[in-house]
């Protein structure tokens, strides 16, 4: 099985600064990507950052110059440093990875379960 683990949410003031973790564990031959994505109450899911294999990274608009994402491949962790934190930012911020699991010839996308991001004074 494959899982994805996240942490480092929580509660900051506008301003502040976050950094969430997900690593990846399981029977995993290789990683294609991995990134992050929110849905805010009353939104769809969107796209924050995502990072390829290649070290290719994209960011919505809305996070550019705030956020930035890496990996650390050895451990098949992804993070996601935010800085200037604003309350537009509160959602639930998911994990996701494209994974080609031990044997099967298959890329699949896999999710976190989610960590709560909240911005407020």
């Known amino acids: 099985q494959v899982q994805l683990v996240e942490s480092g949410g929580g509660l900051v003031q506008p301003g502040g600064s976050l950094r969430l973790s997900c690593a990846a564990s399981?029977?995993?031959?290789?990683?294609?990507?991995m990134g992050w994505y929110r849905q805010a109450p009353g939104k769809q899911r969107e796209l924050v950052a995502t990072i390829t294999s290649g070290g290719t990274t994209d960011y919505a608009d809305s996070v550019k110059r705030r956020f930035t994402i890496s990996t650390d491949n050895a451990k098949n962790t992804v993070y996601l440093q935010m800085n200037s934190l604003k309350p537009e930012d509160t959602a639930v911020y998911y994990c996701n990875a494209r994974i080609k699991p031990v044997i099967v010839e298959k890329w699949y996308d896999y999710w976190g379960q989610g960590t709560q991001v909240t911005v407020s004074s």
């Open positions: 399981g029977s995993i031959f290789s990683i294609n990507a």
